[in-house]
């Protein structure tokens, strides 16, 4: 599975970006997906994660209200929508999918993509 994501860049806090992660290789529907983050100095930590036909949706605490996964099954594309953004929100963000198990904090996903920098300025 080759996972591509996009649509990250420099952002004022407040603001929004909406993340997009393409796969292919393998039927996506069939795919558990999500998004993990990495910030400079600290450790990955989970994001959001949504099940195959996108009802099932979780989220990390300090993301919930603010971010919004979603998936078109049709178009092979998950996304991030990220609205009231803070600075602390600056982190590389990784689309991830796993073929068998649902993505959550303590697992780690089968399947990475290379990651998409979004920054937020004070």
């Known amino acids: 599975v080759q996972l591509q994501a996009s649509g990250g860049g420099l952002v004022q806090a407040g603001g929004s970006l909406r993340l997009s992660c393409t796969a292919s290789?393998?039927?996506?529907?069939?795919?558990?997906m999500g998004w993990f983050r990495q910030a400079p100095g600290k450790e990955r930590e989970f994001v959001a994660a949504i099940s195959w036909g996108g009802v099932n949706t979780y989220y990390e605490d300090s993301v919930k209200g603010r971010f919004t996964i979603s998936r078109d099954n049709a178009k092979n594309t998950m996304y991030l929508q990220m609205n009231s953004l803070k600075p602390e929100d600056t982190a590389i963000y990784y689309c991830?999918?796993?073929?068998?198990?649902?993505?959550?904090?303590?697992?780690?996903?089968?399947?990475w993509g290379q990651g998409t920098q979004v920054t937020v300025s004070s």
């Open positions: 290789g393998r039927t996506f529907s069939s795919l558990y």
């Open positions: 991830v999918a796993d073929p068998t198990s649902i993505v959550r904090p303590s697992t780690t996903p089968q399947y």
